[in-house]
C-alpha cells in the first residue's frame, strides 16, 4: 500500500522567511495531493492541493510542487506570518484511499 | 454547504466499556471515511464506505471496532470494549467521488480519552 513520509518533523522560521515542507510517496498510481493545515484542536483544513498531471501550483503565498519521476512533493509557505504556525500534513490518494504523512509542526516566530 | 456532522465532540469512558461516534456526511458526498489521530500522528484510516458498502477497512482493529453506513448515508462506528490506546480523535470525512479526483471534507472530531 501508499507509504508517505514527511520532513522535517518541527520547523521554526521568523516571521517573513520562507518554509519548505516535503513528502515522498511510495505508490506510482497516487494520483492527487493535497495538503492540510490543523491548528491544535480543530480539523484539518484543506490548503491547496496538486494532482499528477500538474507539476506546480500557487495560490497566494503557498505554492506546492509535484515530481511524478522522484515520486516527492513539496509545499512552500513565503512571507510565513504567525498565524500560519500549525501543524501541517501531506497526503497521497489514489485507488480510493487517502494517506497523511507524519505532520510538521511550523512555529513562525515575530 | 453544510459541512461534515460529528457527535458527540468529547467522550470518557473507562476502559472496557463502549462508546459510539456518529457522523453525517456532506449531502450527495458517496464515499466516507473513518480516521483515527492519536495526539502528535498523522490521521490514520480506519474504514472507507462507498455508498453503503465497505471499501477499504484493512487497518480497522475488527475484534473492538465496528462500523455501519446503513442507507448510504449516516455511519456510525463503534468500539466495544474500549483500551487505553483507543484515546484519540476520530475523524469522519466525506468525499464526492473515491477515485482521488475530489477534495476530502472533515468533520471535527470526537475527542475520546479512555481511562
Known amino acids: 500500500g501508499e507509504n508517505v513520509e514527511q520532513h522535517p518533523s518541527t520547523l521554526s522560521v521568523q516571521e517573513g522567511d520562507s518554509a519548505v515542507i516535503k513528502c515522498t510517496y511510495s505508490d506510482s498510481a497516487s494520483n492527487y495531493f493535497p495538503w492540510y493545515k490543523q491548528e491544535l484542536g480543530k480539523r484539518p483544513q484543506l490548503i491547496i492541493d496538486i494532482r499528477s498531471n500538474v507539476g506546480e501550483k500557487k495560490d497566494q503565498r503557498i505554492a506546492v510542487t509535484l515530481n511524478k519521476t522522484a515520486k516527492h512533493f513539496s509545499l512552500h509557505i513565503t512571507e510565513t506570518q504567525p498565524e500560519d504556525s500549525a501543524v501541517y500534513f501531506c497526503a497521497a490518494a489514489g485507488f480510493q484511499k487517502l494517506v497523511f504523512g507524519t505532520g510538521t509542526r511550523l512555529l513562525v516566530s515575530p | 454547504e453544510a459541512g461534515v456532522a460529528q457527535s458527540p465532540r468529547y467522550k470518557i469512558i473507562e476502559k472496557r466499556q463502549s462508546v459510539a461516534f456518529w457522523c453525517n456526511p456532506i449531502?450527495?458526498?458517496?464515499?466516507l471515511y473513518w480516521y483515527q489521530q492519536i495526539l502528535g500522528q498523522g490521521p490514520k484510516l480506519l474504514i472507507q464506505f462507498q455508498n453503503n458498502g465497505v471499501v477499504d477497512d484493512s487497518q480497522l482493529p475488527k475484534d473492538r471496532f465496528s462500523a455501519e453506513r446503513l442507507k448510504g448515508v449516516d455511519s456510525t462506528l463503534k468500539i466495544q470494549p474500549a483500551k487505553l490506546e483507543d484515546s484519540a480523535v476520530y475523524l469522519c470525512?466525506?468525499?464526492?467521488?473515491?477515485?482521488?479526483?475530489?477534495?476530502?471534507?472533515f468533520g471535527s472530531g470526537t475527542r475520546l480519552t479512555v481511562v
Open positions: 470525512a466525506s468525499s464526492l467521488d473515491s477515485g482521488g479526483a475530489g477534495s476530502y471534507t
Open positions: 449531502s450527495g458526498h458517496a464515499t
